[in-house]
């Protein structure tokens, strides 16, 4: 008994983290393999679905990079309710679990728990991608440059395709001229 106790926090926060509406209830399998090596690097959060660890959150950048153990390091970086407020990191580590795609990829921010990240599709030269994973309750559009008005339609337009409710989209500011 003790011990179903013990693990009752465990379990209802686990469940928090599947439950609540999805996006787009039939996500799609990534349509392209990644080359991990063209991925790697910094990416500007263009729009996203919010989500409670994401709150409040302006000026989003994601930056991949080797580390020495094979896996990826993972750092999320936001300014904290305005472009000018303060910087908050969070740093992750990231695994592939698709080898023959590259495209599925495992991240962890808190221990032994990992999320999928699914690279569902990106552009040819990797000036864009499209993130999500199989429940279809999360969904990132990143790209290589603080976006502008034409990156963000087109970005749009593109998730909408995949199936998702662009409604559900929360639009990130960025600095400079399109903020």
Same mark, same amino acid.
């Given at each position: !008994?003790?011990?179903?106790?013990?693990?009752?926090?465990?379990?209802?926060?686990?469940?928090?983290?599947?439950?609540?509406?999805?996006?787009?209830?039939?996500?799609?399998?990534?349509?392209?393999?990644?080359?991990?090596?063209?991925?790697?690097?910094?990416?500007?959060?263009?729009?996203?679905?919010? !989500?409670?660890?994401?709150? &409040?959150? #302006?000026?989003?950048?994601?930056?991949?990079?080797?580390?020495?153990?094979?896996?990826?390091?993972?750092?999320?970086?936001?300014?904290?309710?305005?472009? &000018?407020?303060?910087?908050?990191?969070?740093?992750?580590?990231?695994?592939?679990?698709?080898?023959?795609?590259?495209?599925?990829?495992?991240?962890?921010?808190?221990?032994?728990?990992?999320?999928?990240?699914?690279?569902? &599709?990106?552009?040819?030269?990797?000036?864009?991608?499209?993130?999500? #994973?199989?429940?279809?309750?999360?969904?990132?559009?990143?790209?290589?440059?603080?976006?502008?008005?034409?990156?963000?339609?087109?970005?749009?337009?593109?998730?909408?395709?995949?199936?998702? &409710?662009?409604? !559900?989209?929360?639009?990130?500011?960025?600095?400079?001229?399109?903020?």
């Amino acid at each position: !008994m003790r011990a179903a106790l013990l693990a009752l926090p465990l379990v209802l926060s686990l469940s928090a983290c599947v439950s609540g509406p999805s996006g787009n209830p039939n996500p799609p399998q990534p349509a392209k393999t990644v080359e991990l090596d063209r991925y790697l690097g910094k990416w500007y959060e263009v729009a996203r679905y919010d !989500m409670r660890f994401e709150k &409040d959150c #302006e000026g989003v950048t994601a930056e991949y990079s080797k580390r020495t153990d094979g896996l990826i390091r993972v750092l999320n970086t936001c300014r904290k309710g305005a472009l &000018d407020g303060p910087v908050k990191t969070a740093e992750g580590k990231a695994k592939v679990v698709d080898t023959t795609t590259n495209a599925k990829l495992k991240v962890s921010f808190f221990g032994p728990f990992f999320g999928d990240y699914w690279v569902l &599709d990106r552009a040819d030269d990797y000036s864009w991608a499209i993130v999500g #994973e199989g429940s279809g309750r999360y969904l990132w559009l990143l790209s290589r440059r603080v976006p502008s008005p034409t990156d963000r339609e087109a970005l749009t337009a593109r998730a909408k395709a995949l199936g998702y &409710d662009v409604g !559900m989209l929360r639009q990130t500011k960025q600095p400079g001229p399109w903020g």
